[in-house]
């Protein structure tokens, strides 16, 4: 059953308190962005009476005045009292706004009809004055919303103000006065409004008494100004790099994307730094939307930081992102492009900055030829890498035969002694994309890329004589006995650096096991039974390859110490080489470590007292 009073529509009511809440804690990041808020409306009126009256006047300025009021003067369009009433005191109601079609008008900023109230996060009372610059007769209005949602509106004689435009003046909210303090205002205004069209100037105290303009706006977009020549463009631009960034760039790109308006520079970091760290200052129809803005160009582009302005571009509601649209989409691409063809032409020639480029942003370099085969080729040519055999490109590898290498820091660090004192060459892939870039290379034609085996190394160790290998024959069956519960088993070969023990090899894609099947096929009957039967048993992971070349080794081969210190002793060297290959020690090999350790000390100690005894 319906009442007629519910047959009438009823107009919904707002909690001004409620919105001003929503917008401080979810929509912004915080009470800041009041002043680019106040800015921007400033803006779209000059914008909307220039519209009227090219030659109009186009400044705002800020400055204190008694209570610590914020006071914000432009010479805009202004307001005549219904538009006031209209327009101010109506959340969600815009002048900006396209009636047909529902969206923000491309000229102005502003679309939303909610920026003003930004100004409740710092302020109780906001007070706009204005004088119409569209209506003539229009009398000054005087606008005063509080933040409990009521307002009033009351008329003065136009000799009030002579010219058109508005004031707004914002009295500050207890205990957050200091948002509206003259320095935090100029430096607010010159962090949002620096590229802005206009001449923005804010009052701010001297040192010495007394207050001066400080105008925060360039004159011009830096990268679009005019200059006498090149090399002063450049300069120009790395001083404002350093002004608006805080770091001197290692080159300057230049960005242009007509499709969506946008111009701009990508500045090269003159310091790495890691992956994933690419936030621009960016700029929509010359306002700021944020400094560290993320989206603009792809992953692998982190070595660059942009600077850039758009029109074509949209910004989330709160004005402090771009939306992810297929305008962005196609920007990010173009841009992504323009970034990497300069990077490419820089590369391609041998020049001081390429080498400075290559030095500083390898691993920028390595990421985008992870996605760009063109980037791929050229990395081949200029990329260092830590080879067995000294700093060296992929290229210059290659030229001597197949690029052979390691998977992990650890691999190589294994390895590499080895490999350097026999003359394999062998190439570290072990640090961040390398790994993959050299898998990328594997399937481009013309490359011969494939990673270290076990077997690389074992052929380059040297066998022992047949009669060497009989007189072990004993000691490495026990010393293999002796590491079986770590997964390894040991063989005795001969090779340099002799005062290396021990190297642990990784067996992978079981190789032993196919070892031993080939030896079985080539071996008589009796042997191939035997052999046959050790190829059944589950194959150890890892191979303890013992020096025959080392003092030491040789003399725990040699025999002598009672079976717990033989195996102490060969433990030991598996523990030494696990270390020396740079792996942290596991649980199991720390304590296989103080257990080995223990034997051979008592050991040590024992043989210490018979000699004593004996004496
Ligand atoms: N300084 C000013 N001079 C003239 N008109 C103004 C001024 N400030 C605000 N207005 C008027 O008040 C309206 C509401 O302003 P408000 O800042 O709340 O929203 P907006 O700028 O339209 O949109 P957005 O929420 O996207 O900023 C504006 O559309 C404009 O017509």
Partial sequence: MTHPADDAAQAFQVDLRGVVDLLARHLYSGPRVYVRE????AVDAVTARRALDPAAPGTVRLRAVEGGVLEVTDTGVGLTADEARELLATVGR????????????????????????????V?????????????????VVRWVGHSDGT????????????????????????????????????????????????????????????????????????WRATYPDAAARDQALVAYCERALGFTPLACIDLDVPLTGLTGVAFVLPAAVPPGNGRHRVHLKRMLVGQRVDGLLPDWAFYVRCV????GLRPTASREALYDDEALLVTRDALAAQVRDWTVRTLRTP??????????????????ALVDDEMLDLAAQVLPFETSDGTRTLAEVAAEGAVV???????????????????????????????????RLTGRSGWDVRPLRAR???????????????????????ASAAVRDLDAEVVVRRFAPQDLPAVLLDDRDDEHRRDVARAVDAADDLWGGVLAGFSTQPAPARRLVLNDANATVRRLLAGGPRPEVFAAGVRSLYVTAVLLAGEPLRTRDATTMTDAMTVLLDAGLRAGDDEEETR
Avoid at 123 to 139: T, Y
Avoid at 176 to 184: I, N, V, Y
């Fill in 38 to 41: 106040l800015l921007q409306n």
């Fill in 94 to 121: 815009s002048s900006k706004r396209d009636l047909e079609l529902g969206v923000g008008r491309a000229e102005f900023l502003g679309q939303f009809g909610i920026g003003l109230l930004s100004a409740f996060m």
């Fill in 123 to 139: 302020s109780d009372r906001i007070e706009l004055v204005s004088r119409s610059a569209a209506d003539p007769d229009a009398p």
């Fill in 151 to 222: 307002y009033d509106l009351t008329t003065a004689d136009r000799a009030a103000q002579d010219e058109p435009g508005s004031t707004v003046r914002l009295h500050p909210r207890r205990d957050l006065e200091h948002w509206l303090a003259p320095e935090t205002v100029a430096a607010l205004a010159a962090e949002f409004g620096s590229l802005l069209p206009l001449d923005v100037q804010v009052e701010v105290p001297l040192d010495g008494g007394g207050v001066a303009w400080r105008r925060v706006t360039e004159p011009d977009l830096p």
């Fill in 308 to 311: 850039v302005d758009a029109d």
């Fill in 351 to 368: 020049s001081r900055l390429s080498r400075d480029l290559v030095a500083t942003h390898h691993l920028a370099v390595r990421s985008l």
């Fill in 405 to 439: 290498h390691t998977t992990s820091l650890e691999e190589y660090r294994r390895v590499a002694p080895i490999a350097r004192a026999q003359g394999l060459l062998v190439v570290n892939a072990g640090y961040v994309y390398d790994a993959d870039l050299l898998a």
């Fill in 456 to 478: 690389d190394v074992a052929q380059v160790l040297d066998e022992l004589a047949p009669e060497r290998e009989l007189e072990l024959l004993d000691a490495v069956t026990a």
